[in-house]
């Protein structure tokens, strides 16, 4: 296992161990004692599946304290833009963002602890995205940057018009946002 972090060094892109014989291959996607300093030590409280058209967006989505959500983000089919927003304003870093992509073949995961906003973007048909949440969800505490604000102007990888749910396409403007201090 290899622990990257990003150009957010909160965020961490992860290379999971993979096993391989004649069978396939074998991949743990959490593991407490080898992978608890990557995710900061947090203990995770609900998994969440999503299978999703390509083009499709969601995001920028967060939970408010004391219902913050850190997530450990994979890919099991198909391909996405993952993409973070650091939303603490004490932060040096307060506004800027970060994207990788993330390959199912490529069996690595995406730390994105709280206090970040987060969002992916779906590139290929079929794609099924696997997240672990140390929190669970809370929705007098969600919140929803929009996806496509121009303050953040996040350079999205989407090649036609974004699939977007009413809900999303109703987010709050950066500048607007409820953050964390």
Known sequence: ?????????????????VFEDDRGAFTVHWH???LSDAVDGHHFRQDSYVLSK??????????LPPYEQGKLVRCMSGVIQDVVVDIRKSSPRFGQ?????????????????PGFAHGY???????????????LHAPSAERSILWNDK????D???????IVSAKDSKGI????AEVFE
């Open 1 to 17: 296992m290899k622990v990257t972090p990003l150009a957010l060094p909160e965020v961490k892109l992860i290379d999971l161990d």
């Open 32 to 34: 407490e004692e080898k």
């Open 54 to 63: 390509k083009h499709v967006v969601r995001g920028m989505h967060y939970q």
């Open 97 to 113: 963002w970060v994207d990788v992509l993330l390959y199912s073949q490529d069996h690595q995961a995406l730390w994105v602890p």
């Open 121 to 135: 973007a779906t590139l290929e048909p079929n794609t099924a995205v696997f997240y672990k949440c140390t929190d």
């Open 151 to 154: 303050d953040l102007d996040i």
């Open 156 to 162: 999205w990888e989407v090649t036609k018009k974004a």
């Open 173 to 176: 403007p950066f500048k607007e």
